[in-house]
């Protein structure tokens, strides 16, 4: 099975945390942290940074490493590694996503996250 390589951002403001829609693709619908696919030879914080600046058009501060969850897929292995992040500044511009929220450590169950996610999701409600 093939194993893709990712990024993810997990935004923090004021103790919220920022939760993305996909807008595309097989996962239409599904809430996830954005971020992207790693590279060929790409560093991991540089493929954060410009993923965040492909989707949202923002800057961010790579704070903290959280975790690498490993999922299985039923067509592919997802490596996905996950950082705390905060914003450079409070623009941000959805230009991939259809929708986005901030969600406090009582709403995280609110939204219908992708399956890989979820464990980093009870992951968060110890930490934010
Ligand atoms: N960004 C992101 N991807 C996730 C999360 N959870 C999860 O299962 N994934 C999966 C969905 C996708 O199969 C893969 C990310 O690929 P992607 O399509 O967003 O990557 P990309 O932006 O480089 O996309 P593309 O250029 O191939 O269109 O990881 C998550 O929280 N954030």
Same mark, same amino acid.
């Given at each position: 099975?093939? &194993? !893709? @390589?990712?990024?993810?951002? #997990? !935004? !923090? /403001? %004021?103790? =919220? $945390? *920022?939760?993305?829609?996909?807008?595309?693709?097989? *996962?239409?619908?599904?809430?996830?942290?954005?971020?992207? /696919? $790693?590279?060929?030879?790409?560093? +991991?914080?540089?493929?954060?940074?410009? @993923? #965040?600046?492909?989707?949202?058009?923002?800057? #961010? #501060?790579? =704070?903290?490493?959280? &975790?690498?969850?490993?999922?299985?897929?039923?067509?592919?292995?997802?490596?996905?590694?996950?950082?705390?992040?905060?914003?450079?500044?409070?623009?941000?511009?959805? +230009?991939?996503?259809?929708?986005? =929220?901030?969600?406090? /450590?009582?709403?995280? %169950?609110?939204?219908?996250?992708?399956?890989? %996610? +979820?464990?980093? $999701?009870?992951?968060? =409600?110890?930490? $934010?």
């Amino acid at each position: 099975m093939k &194993t !893709i @390589e990712v990024v993810a951002a #997990i !935004i !923090i /403001k %004021d103790e =919220k $945390v *920022f939760a993305t829609q996909r807008g595309y693709g097989e *996962f239409v619908d599904g809430w996830e942290f954005p971020g992207g /696919k $790693v590279e060929a030879g790409e560093a +991991l914080e540089a493929a954060l940074l410009r @993923e #965040i600046r492909e989707e949202l058009a923002a800057e #961010i #501060i790579v =704070k903290d490493f959280l &975790t690498t969850v490993e999922y299985d897929y039923p067509n592919f292995h997802l490596t996905m590694h996950c950082f705390i992040c905060e914003m450079q500044n409070s623009n941000m511009t959805l +230009l991939e996503h259809k929708a986005a =929220k901030w969600l406090n /450590k009582g709403e995280l %169950d609110t939204v219908d996250w992708l399956p890989a %996610d +979820l464990w980093v $999701v009870e992951k968060l =409600k110890e930490a $934010v």
